[in-house]
Structures are given as structure tokens and as C-alpha cells.
């Protein structure tokens, strides 16, 4: 079954702050999303990627860059949180065709005070 | 643009008791849709998928059918168990769009099944 790792599990910063959010998949996906989930909302996809150095914008991306900086990695980051972005965030990857399925990482809970 | 709405927040069922969660969803092209699941304090897994050969999706008692007609994928389960209990998401993917590599979830439907 695929794998893919977050970092950290939970973190909390302050209005303002500089927060990265670190995602790795160790099986050779091409695609790689940044969701975050919220009561109400579901899941929203913010950022996504189908390869090294390439970034697509996703539906809910105001506040927030991505780096996609190897197949394996791409990262999340707030440049100065607010607390509108307190939220749980997953990463998940999917290989190009196949089932299409998309396999998540554990998530990230964020607090922004 | 694509959309997947779920109209139950939560539903709550005793257990034994047939599942039925609700997912319509509009879209330009011919899309494909998906059911994942979250269980408590857990990532979101892929439940079902409707392009499985032009078989019924079947995984782990639940199973869904696409009806283009009417826009839905509902998902069904003829017994509900205690271990039911979770998130459900609806999600598409459209084919034939741009933006083929995303999917689009639904707002999701809790899932509580009681004694």
C-alpha cells in the first residue's frame, strides 16, 4: 500500500508566523495534493503538483505557497498565518491513470493563535 | 464547474439497519465518482470507485451504482455494524476536464451507528 508521511503531526504558532508543512511519498507517484479539512466543509484542495517543480493551484489557495521539490516531496507554507488557517491538512498522492485513487498521509493538525 | 453535494450532516442509525448515504453531483462531461471513508482520528481511504468494468462497486458490505440520469452515486449497505460508524466523502473526478488529475469532494456525511 502506498505510504506518504507528514510532518510535523501537530504544530502551533502565532498570528503572523512562518509555518512549512512537509509531505513525503515513497512510491513513485507523479500527483501530490495539500487539502485541508474543516467541520462543514470537507475537504478543500489548496495546492497540487504532478511532478517535481511543477504547481498547480487548487481551489482554496489564497494564503498559501507550495514547493514541489522532488517526486517525492512537496511542502506547504504559510507565510504569515492567521487564524482563518487553523485547520487539519493532509497530503495525498495518486500515480498517473491506473485506479485513480488517491492515498493520504496521517494529517497535520494546525493551530494559529 | 464540477460540484458533489452530500445532504446529510450526520446520520444516525441503530445498528442492523440498512445504510443509505446520499451524493448527487453536477458535472459538463462524464465524470467518474468515488466514496472514501475517515474513521476517527484517520485518514481518508478510498471505499469505492465507479468505473470497475461496468460491475456494482462492492467493498466491504457498501456498495454504490452510478445512475448518469440522475446525477447520484448513492451508498448503500444492507446491515449497518457498529464499525460502520465514520466519515463518508462523495467525490468526482471528471474525464474530459482540465482539471482531470483533481477530485472535487462533497461537504460529507457522519455516519453513527449505535446499539
Known amino acids: 500500500e502506498a505510504a506518504v508521511t507528514q510532518s510535523p503531526r501537530n504544530k502551533v504558532t502565532v498570528t503572523g508566523g512562518n509555518v512549512t508543512l512537509s509531505c513525503r511519498q515513497t512510491?513513485?507517484?507523479?500527483?501530490m495534493y495539500w487539502y485541508r479539512q474543516d467541520t462543514g466543509h470537507g475537504l478543500r484542495l489548496i495546492h497540487y503538483?504532478?511532478?517535481?517543480?511543477?504547481?498547480q493551484i487548487g481551489d482554496v489557495p489564497d494564503g498559501y505557497k507550495a514547493t514541489r521539490t522532488t517526486q517525492e516531496d512537496f511542502f506547504l507554507l504559510l507565510e504569515l498565518a492567521s487564524p482563518s488557517q487553523t485547520s487539519l491538512y493532509f497530503c495525498?498522492?495518486?500515480?498517473?491513470?491506473?485506479?485513480?485513487?488517491?492515498?493520504f498521509g496521517p494529517g497535520t493538525r494546525l493551530t494559529v493563535l | 464547474g464540477d460540484s458533489v453535494t452530500q445532504t446529510e450532516g450526520l446520520v444516525t442509525l441503530t445498528e442492523g439497519l440498512p445504510v443509505m448515504l446520499n451524493c448527487t453531483y453536477q458535472?459538463?462531461?462524464?465524470?467518474?465518482l468515488f466514496w472514501y471513508v475517515q474513521h476517527l482520528n484517520e485518514a481518508p481511504k478510498l471505499l469505492l470507485k465507479?468505473?470497475?468494468?461496468?460491475k456494482r462497486p462492492e467493498h466491504q458490505g457498501f456498495h454504490a451504482t452510478l445512475h448518469k440520469s440522475s446525477s447520484s452515486f448513492h451508498l448503500q449497505k444492507s446491515s449497518a455494524q457498529l464499525s460502520d460508524s465514520a466519515l463518508y466523502y462523495c467525490?468526482?473526478?471528471?474525464?474530459?476536464?482540465?482539471?482531470?488529475?483533481?477530485?472535487?469532494f462533497g461537504q460529507g456525511t457522519s455516519l453513527s451507528v449505535v446499539p
Open positions: 458535472s459538463t462531461y462524464s465524470p467518474f
Open positions: 465507479s468505473f470497475t468494468d461496468n
Open positions: 495525498a498522492s495518486r500515480e498517473t491513470g491506473g485506479s485513480y485513487e488517491q492515498y
Open positions: 503538483s504532478y511532478g517535481a517543480g511543477n504547481l
Open positions: 467525490a468526482l473526478s471528471d474525464e474530459a476536464s482540465s482539471s482531470f488529475s483533481k477530485l472535487v
Open positions: 512510491n513513485s507517484h507523479n500527483y
